[in-house]
């Protein structure tokens, strides 16, 4: 059984997203969660990172909304195709998330191309911070690994639930760019959900708004969340038109 360690909601902030707008977040540092235990969160809109759990709160926005795909019916557009046929050069293996100089020499990478295209401040992530935020022991834990050769070039994290498969971080060097790897994740991701007789992955949170989160809506058929069900409530998920 989950054991809650400490829960809060946050003041109101600038949103990441949305600049005109406010934000706040439901926390929830917990342990003991179970793969089962896990799926009830994330079929009503909660995400994991670490042993932090968090759902939007904000009181006067709802631009934040949970995407699934539904695994059996999804049915890729020509251009997600190429990606991950551009992809498949690389050996993809999906096992359990470790932290090394290698992936952090990745990450920082990334990192560094990002600050450099986005304006994103200097990130101070070291060993002990990845193995924290990325790799905190967890049942459902698992990493997505990309190499060309014996390098490694792409790395997704995610969860594997008794049904389902939810993404939560995805970063690769610069030099591949090109090759549209986080479409190239989503397909994969998709694929090794179908092979482990998943129904659904989850993608997160769509923000039509923002160009960065705007994108998960162009994966489909999917289907949304309406509202913030509580632990009580059915959650309904609604097909919804992909953009």
């Known amino acids: 059984m989950p054991r809650l360690v400490k829960r809060f909601v946050e003041p ?9 707008r406010s934000a706040s977040l439901d926390h929830r540092l917990m342990l003991q969660v179970s793969p089962a235990d896990l799926e009830e969160l994330l079929v009503r809109g909660w995400r994991r990172f670490g042993p ?17 795909i539904p695994v059996e019916g999804f049915t890729p557009r020509a251009s997600q195709l190429r990606a991950a046929r551009r992809c498949r050069r690389f050996r993809i293996s999906l096992g359990v998330p470790e932290v090394d100089d290698e992936r952090l020499a990745l990450y920082r990478a990334w990192h560094a191309g990002r600050e450099a295209a986005r304006d994103w401040p200097p990130s101070e992530l070291d060993r002990e911070t990845y193995g924290l935020q990325f790799c905190f022991p967890h049942p459902a834990g698992r990493e997505l690994t990309f190499r060309d050769g014996d390098e490694l070039v792409a790395v997704g994290l995610c969860d594997v639930t008794p049904h389902a498969l939810s993404l939560i971080y995805f970063f690769y060097h610069p030099d591949i760019a090109h090759l549209s790897p986080g479409v190239a994740n989503v397909v994969t991701s998709v694929e ?13 949170y769509r923000v039509l ?11 489909g058929p999917h289907e949304l969340l309406e509202g913030r069900p509580g632990p009580d409530e059915a959650p309904r ?6 953009l």
């Open 237 to 242: 998920w609604v097909p919804a038109q992909r």
């Open 52 to 68: 932090a759990y968090f759902r939007a709160a904000c009181a006067a926005c709802s631009e934040c909304v949970s995407l699934r």
């Open 12 to 20: 109101p902030r600038p949103c990441s997203y949305l600049p005109d």
């Open 192 to 204: 090794k959900a179908r092979e482990l007789g998943l129904s659904h992955v989850y993608l997160g």
């Open 209 to 219: 708004g923002c160009p960065s989160m705007r994108y998960k809506a162009g994966f």
